[in-house]
């Protein structure tokens, strides 16, 4: 309830929520006395008493890695305590992050003019869309700032026209860059509108300027919306896709797949996934929901006979079905469409023998009505992956209403630095006779 504060801290705070609301949310103003486990943040742009604009990118940067690790730990243990399961669990400790800071791989970053006509990149002041500016971001990698701050320079000294919300005009609105392990990046202009005339040739020069960009694309999103991409994609220069490692396997994704922004820990979440997919009653038949490029299913996926992977991104199923070709893995097969309706298909057609499923949903959570898909008899466990620990307990609490029993949970912890925290979980079907 109280941002930037740490478990001892003696303050003065502000509320700023307003009086009634069942969330009082306030900042400290002036700290009295402050906590053993409070750090001094690495970026000048995290918030401190007093401060009038900072970055909204991290809130736990000013908390020791051991207290980060703990306050995780128990932000999952209250979610899953407000829908009465806590004590019917023993929540593991958080698995730390092999990198605490430089772990991120992928940036989104919004432009914006400032009064004196000066550009800024950065990323919003909290709870708004203004665009605090930054010369350096230690929690993400340093060719992405790198790319960010030559873009800038290059925007300033052309005439394009900088994206104003409030007014639905001007074209540039972000710049996305996801980078890999071998240090290359993929860099996506993000306009409001077809291309301007002079997009290639400044490219070129950004190109040539960092030869460690290996692709360029032009995603377009029209209007007055929160919504950073579009949906269209136009490549501009190099190559359709960029690579990544993970768990020793190769996996192509495009500037818009999905694929977690910290690769070391994504591994460790992964083992966590396997750990708990070798557990209970072995079964010949994985379904890996959410599958995105298929990371998952093609990396932890080989002690099943055979793994269907379904994805709604037709683009990501397309690299899913190349994934498994470039790794040699021929127990696979990928299905683009809604995880309930062809999930729906599968239970009441294909699905004869025992299956575990694999679940790693966006951060709304499991779709509605997707988890009455999952009373067929032949599931006999379920391995859920997390990115939001509130509607993991709410989908927790309809599992267990539909006859699962939650197990295992283990956090992991994906974003150093921040409050949010991954969850893998293991849940068995209860014998009915």
């Not at 690495?42 to 604009?53: D, K, N, S, T, V």
């Not at 869309?129 to 701050?149: A, G, T, Y």
Request: glycine share 8%; aromatic share 8%.
């Amino acid at each position: 309830m109280v941002p930037y504060s740490a478990p001892g801290d003696l303050a003065k705070t502000k509320v700023l929520s307003k009086p009634g609301t069942v969330d009082q949310i306030a900042i400290p103003t002036e700290l009295l006395h402050t906590a053993p486990g409070r750090v001094k943040p690495a970026c000048p742009l995290f918030y401190h008493p007093g401060a009038f604009r900072w970055c909204g990118g991290c809130d736990f940067q000013h908390l020791s890695y051991d207290m980060q690790l703990k306050a995780k730990q128990q932000i999952a243990k209250d979610a899953l305590a407000m829908e009465g399961i806590a004590n019917k669990i023993a929540l593991e400790s958080t698995t730390r992050s092999p990198q605490q800071w430089r772990y991120r791989s992928k940036m989104q970053v919004p432009f914006s003019k400032r009064l004196n006509g000066t550009i800024a990149a950065g990323f919003f002041h909290p709870g708004t869309h203004d665009v605090v500016d930054f010369e350096d971001c230690p929690v993400q990698s340093e060719l992405s700032v790198k790319i960010v701050r030559e873009v800038k320079k290059m925007v300033a000294g052309r005439n394009w026209t900088i994206y104003e919300e409030s007014r639905d005009r001007g074209w540039l609105r972000h710049l996305l860059v996801r980078t890999n392990s071998q240090d290359e990046a993929m860099v996506t202009f993000v306009g409001n509108g077809e291309p301007v005339k002079d997009l290639e040739v400044c490219v070129g020069k950004l190109v040539h300027m960092i030869p460690q960009i290996k692709s360029v694309y032009l995603n377009i999103q029209n209007g007055p919306t929160s919504v950073v991409l579009g949906r269209q994609w136009i490549k501009v220069s190099g190559a359709s896709q960029l690579e990544e490692t993970l768990c020793g396997k190769r996996f192509l994704f495009y500037p818009g797949s999905f694929l977690q922004v910290n690769t070391p820990a994504a591994q460790v979440l992964y083992k966590a996934a396997a750990d708990f997919l070798a557990m209970g009653e072995r079964t010949s038949e994985l379904y890996d929901l959410y599958c995105g490029v298929g990371t998952i299913g093609l990396s932890i996926g080989g002690a099943f006979k055979q793994v269907i992977g379904i994805e709604e991104n037709a683009g990501a199923v397309a690299c899913a079905w190349k994934n498994a070709e470039r790794n040699g893995v021929k127990n696979a097969r990928f299905i683009a469409g809604k995880a309930k309706d062809v999930f729906a298909k599968e239970a009441h057609g294909t699905m004869r023998n025992t299956c575990t499923v694999l679940v790693d949903p966006p951060r709304k959570g499991l779709e509605p009505g997707l988890i009455a898909r999952m009373s067929h008899p032949m599931i006999k466990k379920l391995v859920y992956v997390s990115c939001n620990h509130d509607t993991f307990a709410r989908d927790a609490q309809q599992l267990r209403r539909s006859g699962y029993v939650l197990k295992r949970v283990r956090p992991v912890d994906m974003f150093p630095q921040t409050a949010h925290v991954e969850l893998v979980s293991y849940f068995e079907r209860l014998n009915k006779h």
